[in-house]
């Protein structure tokens, strides 16, 4: 399985900003997707959840500004951010439980991250 962010870039504080994560391979099933962040010398935070029927969790630091979707007939996840802070500079990492075909193995899958900046 292959995950592929996209969505970084620069953005003034207070705008917004969406990252997406499509998945492809011999995907049987998608099950959680994750977002995670990581700041330069800060260690890596798991920001949103959302498992395969659409329940969510999110970090404290971004509940309310955070909305993290997914569109299961696309492979794809989204984390729409909205009244960003500098502090939510970061390089964003999807992740994917998944399950293969033909060896219906399950495991964990990373992408390589988005990187974006919030900065006036």
């Known amino acids: 399985v292959q995950l592929q962010a996209s969505g970084g870039g620069l953005v003034q504080p207070g705008g917004s900003l969406r990252l997406s994560c499509a998945a492809s391979?011999?995907?049987?099933?998608?099950?959680?997707m994750d977002w995670y962040r990581q700041a330069p010398g800060k260690q890596r935070e798991l920001v949103a959840t959302?498992?395969?029927?659409?329940?969510?969790n999110y970090a404290d630091s971004v509940k309310g500004r955070f909305t993290i979707s997914r569109d299961n007939a696309k492979n794809t996840v989204y984390l729409q951010m909205n009244n960003l802070k500098p502090e939510d500079t970061a390089v964003y990492l999807c992740?994917?439980?998944?399950?293969?075909?033909?060896?219906?193995?399950?495991?964990?899958?990373w992408g390589q991250g988005t990187l974006f900046t919030v900065s006036s």
């Open positions: 959302i498992i395969s029927g659409g329940t969510t």
């Open positions: 992740t994917a439980d998944a399950t293969i075909t033909p060896t219906f193995v399950r495991r964990r899958y």
């Open positions: 391979g011999t995907i049987f099933r998608l099950h959680v």
